[in-house]
């Protein structure tokens, strides 16, 4: 939709200063939205988004695509069950999408892919290490190229008409994907449903800058190095370019 978006390259990546992971996850639930395309030229691990407890036994990441044929949603202990994995992915690479990461109370995941079930699972672990500090980063392409437009996260699951109503939201504007549910409300911004935590827009001037500092000075002119990506939600939880 001739939009501004952030591009990443190499194993550049925004990053938060250390957060402890209840600044966005409550009691094991969490709803994450993510506008961006994913180039085939990465390899390794091209993390969409990341937050690892520092033992790294606990974390809250999603890999769409990755390189190895597969998609991960690790949400707990990957290596003890808090892992969905997809292995039908060849269709999302160098794809605009809105992929949405959603973790129930009740030990479900699942994965939207415009809008649309991509993955399920119905016995996830918890996050056991809640009171750990890392950073959250977006964006983690190692060697290729990366694109995004636009970072919810909820610290709470969304059911099936509030979620609707984000891709919604997040499909009319960025002009991704097909929506079909003319029954669902399209809401202004991602404010409209509770739980915000964070929210990073490629399309707020206001939010973006060129300086490291966050409210210094200007945006950055097109094609230049961001220095911070101003988060809207009510966690403040800005971001820093490049590591």
């Known amino acids: 939709n001739n939009k501004p978006v952030m591009k990443t390259s190499g194993t550049q990546k925004f990053q938060t200063a250390s957060v402890a992971s209840s600044r966005f996850v409550s009691n ?29 036994s606990n974390r809250v990441r999603g890999n769409l695509p990755r390189d190895n044929g597969n998609s991960y949603f690790d949400f707990g202990n990957s290596s003890s069950g808090g892992r969905l994995v997809e292995s039908n992915i ?46 959250l980063d977006l964006a983690y392409p190692s060697g290729g190229t ?55 827009d490629a399309d707020d001037d206001g939010s973006i800058f060129a300086s490291e500092t966050c409210g210094t000075g200007s945006a950055p002119a097109e094609n230049e190095i961001i220095g911070c990506w101003k988060d809207k939600g009510s966690k403040a939880l800005s971001y820093s370019y490049p590591f």
Not at 37 to 48: F, H, T
Not at 161 to 168: A, F, G, I, L
């Open 90 to 135: 060849s269709s999302l690479y160098d794809t605009w999408m809105v992929a949405s990461y959603l973790r129930h109370p009740n030990d479900s995941a699942e994965i939207f892919v415009n809008g649309e079930l991509f993955a399920a699972s119905s016995a996830m672990t918890d996050l056991l290490d809640n009171s750990g500090t890392s950073t």
């Open 28 to 56: 094991n639930q969490a709803s994450l939205f993510m506008v961006y395309r994913s180039g085939s030229d990465d390899s390794g691990e091209r993390v969409n988004f990341g937050w690892d407890s520092a033992s790294g």
């Open 146 to 200: 990366d694109y995004i437009a636009e970072f919810v996260i909820y610290n709470a699951a969304l059911g099936d008409t509030d979620r609707e109503n984000v891709e919604n939201y997040l499909m009319t504007k960025w002009g991704v994907g097909i929506w079909a549910g003319n029954d669902v409300a399209y809401i202004a911004n991602p404010e409209n449903i509770s739980g915000l935590r964070t929210w990073l």
